[in-house]
């Protein structure tokens, strides 16, 4: 491992310098927003506000302790600090760089991270909403396969002035399928690298099917699943739209009470008044991916 | 809960402090800064939210609700004053001195 590397990449609207490669994300020459680098990394937070068995906050301050990968020290939305732990495999430590310690850093910056995959239709967003495992990157793939860019996976973007302007930033190239999804997309899993060790997950690069400009929202959607024998589809208004939004914060667990769950109430707020969001309940097993994609296209088309 | 302080007619009731809300087609959600938790009212709530956004005492709301919504005199004072002692007891609304109104 050459030290003295230093990588620079965009991903979620930030330039990135980077002493970690991240082969998954764009390579950018613009002014680094975002500074990652090595370095030591303290076991806990004095007078944390925020305590989580992975975490510890406090102000713009946060700490991730992942065990046998490494630990994180999220500051100010500018920068990361990584210590990793002996041993420890680069895709394990990306893994949760690009998840977990950029989720805090987003919010930090006062954008607001969400739990959600985005494609783009005609020139606006998409994004599909929901708990792990209710099939937004399947979705997102399935929607790749009818060629449609894909924005994001998984962290989804909003940047919201007061105004109610709502714009999606992209991710990065890169969807992540389970393997059995990746199959039924006609990818071969065993090309694709396992982005997870403790989930079957496979990295799937985008290339052309990125869209790498930011886009103006045009609908939310939120996945949910119910012991149902078809797919329903909704409108939602009011509180139940807020509900659905807070609920699909990317890593909420790690604001507090004073600073960062009153910024996130005022963005899912203006988001709740602005925008159009949708719930869709779908049966459980098996995912009816293409009838979903064929439901939501006809949505979409009104 | 104590019932010491428990809101009635006669009483002067104002928003509680620490609150961050929000005006949503109708229903007002409201966060509370140092519990962190969430509240939503209807358009109803909405509305004798709004009423108490300066001290206000709980007769002259009713007087005006029974107007708005055209709603009997003993049925309006009987559900104005639940729904305050409801908030009242989550610190959403707090009564007033009458002095100080």
């Given at each position: 491992m050459d030290k003295a590397e230093i990588h620079h990449y965009k991903a979620y609207g930030l330039n990135i310098e980077s002493a970690l490669p991240c082969p998954e994300l764009a390579p950018s020459r613009g002014v680094p927003d975002v500074r990652v680098r090595y370095g030591a990394v303290p076991d806990s937070l004095a007078d944390a506000t925020v305590k989580g068995w992975y975490y510890q906050a406090r102000g713009n301050r946060l700490l991730l302790i992942i065990e046998d990968v490494a630990r994180y020290l999220v500051s100010d939305g500018r920068?990361?600090?990584?210590?990793?732990?002996?041993?420890?495999?680069?895709n394990d430590v990306r893994l949760y760089l690009l998840g977990s310690a950029f989720g805090g850093l987003l919010h930090q910056r006062g954008v607001l991270p969400l739990h959600g995959s985005a494609i783009e239709v005609n020139g606006g967003a998409v994004v599909f909403l929901g708990p792990s495992g209710l099939g937004k990157s399947a979705l997102a793939g399935a929607f790749y396969k009818r060629g449609y860019r894909v924005m994001t996976d998984d962290v989804c973007v909003l940047s919201i002035s007061?105004?109610?302007?709502l714009v999606v930033l992209p991710g990065y190239p890169q969807l992540k399928l389970w393997a059995e999804v990746a199959r039924s997309l006609g990818e071969n899993s065993l090309e694709l690298g396992q982005v997870d060790p403790l989930v079957e997950k496979h990295g799937l690069p985008l290339r052309k099917g990125f869209c790498e400009t930011p886009l103006p929202l045009r609908r939310l959607y939120v996945l949910t699943t119910a012991e149902t024998q078809k797919f329903e589809l909704a409108p939602l208004k009011g509180m139940e739209k807020l509900t659905a939004l807070l609920n699909n914060t990317y890593r909420f667990c790690f604001l507090d009470g004073q600073g960062g769950k009153v910024l996130n109430f005022k963005q899912c707020a203006t988001l709740a008044q602005h925008a159009a969001v949708s719930r869709v309940i779908r049966p459980?097993?098996?995912?009816?991916?293409?009838?979903?994609a064929d439901l939501l296209e006809r949505d979409l088309a009104l | 809960m104590s019932n010491q302080n428990a809101i009635d007619l006669n009483s002067v009731v104002v928003q509680g402090e620490g609150l961050v809300s929000c005006d949503l087609e109708g229903d007002t959600a409201l966060m509370s800064v140092e519990s962190g938790k969430y509240y939503g009212l209807d358009p109803i709530g909405s509305r004798i939210w709004g009423l108490i956004e300066k001290p206000r005492a709980v007769a002259d709301?009713?007087?005006i609700l029974q107007e708005e919504f055209e709603v009997e005199r003993e049925r309006c004072e009987h559900d104005v004053l639940a729904l305050l002692n409801e908030l009242a007891e989550e610190n959403l609304v707090k009564v007033v001195d009458d002095s100080a109104a």
């Open positions: 920068e990361i600090i990584i210590e990793r732990a002996p041993g420890s495999r680069d007061e105004e109610g302007i459980g097993a098996p995912l009816l991916l293409d009838e979903l | 709301m009713c007087e």
